[in-house]
């Protein structure tokens, strides 16, 4: 009451006081007072003498009401330092700070949000304009629809290109049909099919499979044409390859083969392909007539099942070798025909190779030769048959003419010479003279005939010594150099080996000394334990290899079949305007070499 | 059976010693040619000290005779049945060393008089001149000369030794 009727602030000594409008002051808390005399006494109930008890000196504390400090218009500054203030009232801020805080961060991130929009819708316009023109661009023919009804969306330029349709002639799906299957019947099936796959793709839970279809363009042609979808949301995508090219390259090529196999089935040669696996891959009819087997019994590798076993390695060896080189190749083995009987066939393959240069495998034909290689052998043997009957020809003339004509030559001109001694006058004598001169003449030439037939010098000096006179001899008679150089040189040699020499270098060198047009020329003849080697070089004209056989061929022709008479062989190295070198080699048997030399 | 005749001829004439013929020259003719042996055999008839001890016409049995015979001189013809006079020669001068060799051929190539005077032979005598030369080449051989007909005058056949082997050759004596 007093507080409330005073006009000026009141303070008081008790804290229990405040509260009641007083403005506080230095007050004595009684229940501090009661704590502390509380304390002393229970230190005095535990034993301790109250002269050991310190004085207390008071628990006063400066305490004021802050109700009362306002009525009466004091600042808390002035108060002594230490001061409590009780019943101090709460600002808004104080009281409501929290929720102004929310308040604020909702109505910035509502602005942030608004402000995004606008940018947001801007990117998304962007995107989709490059999708579509993307879409419109696409080198592949596509629509994109939308909805349950399908509505065209989209129709891209190359559609359009491809078909002639834009969208105004396919608004949605229901135009399409019957504009893309005009017929009835095959559109009805492309309807069928379209739904199996459609439920299909959606029971396995996969893209939907590609269709292939013929379409009819606007222009009234149609096109071979797959169909590929894809969807994204309520949009489809369908995207349409053509493969009319395709397609027609395909059905180009059947007919084709087709041909082909026409072709050869009716061809009187065997014929066979091969793949890029070097598998076999076709054989024709004539080849299946042959073998008597089926034609899967002879692909893959089927076929050298019928091949000789003795022939077999050589043959696939041949091939495997020719066809990692891309090279053509001819091969000779022989093969079973359907009676049993193994035949000689000759068998030519070449690569093939597909428009654009790639490798495509082999094809090859093949001829029965049995009968050629028949007429080769006996051919051959009649040639050797030839070349000893020359030979024993060549010598009996050649023995007649020595030991006859040349003998009987010899005794005229010794009685010539008996004559001239008796002769009874100086004309006698001169002329028995003169004719005994043109015996001797004769006589030489005979002789030098002889030789030429028959070299009796091989009999008598051996061929080294032999091929060396014959050298000296012809160099003289020509008047070109000669350089003979030889070693080792086995003193007996069979005949068949001096004489197959002697006469490839009598005709080597004829041949050299004719149409080099050079003058000098060099002659080898080297022994070995194994073989005679006889080298005959010029350096004049030469002439291309591939025609040593043909065009310059009589000469090497039978040079080398003389060798083959022999074991021996010839290898002839020449180019035009750089010389030829032929090379003669037999080889010397040793049973038969000591059998002779023994 | 007409070489078994000469053969018994020739052993009789040595049997019974006679003191002429140690004198003689003994001579084995080997020639295939009938009319050329009988020339040879007359022209060595002019003159007595020759005596022809043997004629044969084969190369095989000339080596027999020359190893029975020992012949002072052998005219050998090259051309022959069975072996030739240049194998021959080479044979016999192991078989009779001390039998001059006399070729008689008509092989007139200077590579094959040279083969031949390589076997250690003495002369050589082209039959075509044998008229005139093959007197003049027997006497030269018996002398110890060597003798070439006169058609080789320009040819260097000096023969030093009997080896076989000429100069630029390496032969492989071991075949």
Known sequence: MIVAAANAPVFTLFDVYINHGEVGGYLSSLSGQGKVAGGMAVRMLSGEKPRDIPMVKGVNTYTFDWRALKRWG????????????????????????????????????????????????????????????????????????????????????????????????????????????????????????????????????????????????KNGSYRHIEFHFASFGDSNVVKFLDLTDRRRAEIQLRESEERFRLVTNTAPVMIWTAGTDRKCSYVNKTWLDFTGRPLE????????????????????????????????????????????????????????????????????SCIDITERKLAEESLATIGRRLIEAHET?????????????????????????????????????????????????????????S?????????????????????TELSEKTKVEIVFRDAGIPQTLSKEISLCVFRVLQEGLQNAVKHSGVRSFTVDLRGTKESIELTVADTGSGFKEQEAFTCHGLGLISMRERLQLVQGELSVKSQPGAGTTIRARVPLKTDGYRAMAG | MRALHEFIHALAQRAEGDPLETSSIRVLVVEDSEEFRKFICSTLGERPEFQVVGEVTDGLRALQRADELRPDLILLDIGLPSLNGIEIARQIRKLSPESKILF??????????????????????????????????VNAVIRGDQFVSKRFSGEDFLVSSHAGVSEDRQTDGSR
């Open chain 1, 393 to 449: 020809e060549r010598t009996w003339i050649g023995r007649e003419l020595h030991d006859d004509i040349n003998q009987r030559l010899a005794l005229l001109a010794i009685d010539l010479d008996r004559w001239n001694q008796n002769a009874s006058n100086n004309e006698v004598a001169q002329l028995v003279r003169h004719t005994r001169a043109r015996i001797s003449e004769i006589a030489q030439d005979v002789q030098g005939l």
């Open chain 1, 451 to 471: 030789h030429r037939l028959h070299s009796s010098k091989l009999d008598y000096l051996g061929l080294a010594t032999a091929a060396k006179s014959f050298c």
């Open chain 2, 104 to 137: 008689v051929s008509q092989e007139s190539s200077a590579d094959v008089v040279r083969e031949a005077l390589h076997t250690g032979a003495h002369g050589y005598v082209v039959k075509i001149d044998a008229g005139s030369e093959l007197m003049k080449g």
């Open chain 1, 74 to 217: 004091l600042k808390e500054s002035a108060l002594p330092s230490g001061s409590i203030v009780l019943n101090r009232q709460l600002t808004v801020w104080q009281a409501y700070r929290w929720y102004i805080i929310g308040g604020i961060v909702l109505f910035l991130g509502e602005t942030i949000l608004i402000l995004a929009l606008p940018w947001q819708w801007r990117r998304r316009r962007r995107s989709e304009r490059y999708s579509r023109e993307i879409v419109l661009r696409s080198p592949v023919a596509m629509i994109v629809t939308r909805g349950p009804k399908h509505h065209n969306e989209l129709i891209n330029r190359r559609f359009t290109e491809l078909f002639g349709y834009t969208i105004e002639d396919l608004p949605d799906e229901d135009h399409w049909w019957p504009l893309a299957y005009p017929d009835e019947e095959y559109r009805e099936s492309m309807k069928g099919e379209w739904r199996r796959r459609v439920e299909r793709a959606i029971i396995e839970e996969k893209d939907i499979e590609p269709l292939e279809a013929s379409v009819r363009c």
């Open chain 1, 297 to 364: 019994a002879e692909l893959g590798d089927g076929w050298t099942e019928g091949v000789h076993p003795d022939d077999s390695n050589r043959c696939l060896q041949t091939y495997t070798e020719a066809f990692n080189r891309r090279e053509s190749f001819e091969r000779r083995y022989r093969l079973r025909r359907k009676d049993g009987e193994y035949r000689w066939v000759l068998d030519d393959g070449v690569p093939r190779f597909n428009p654009d240069g790639s490798f495509a495998g082999y094809i090859g």
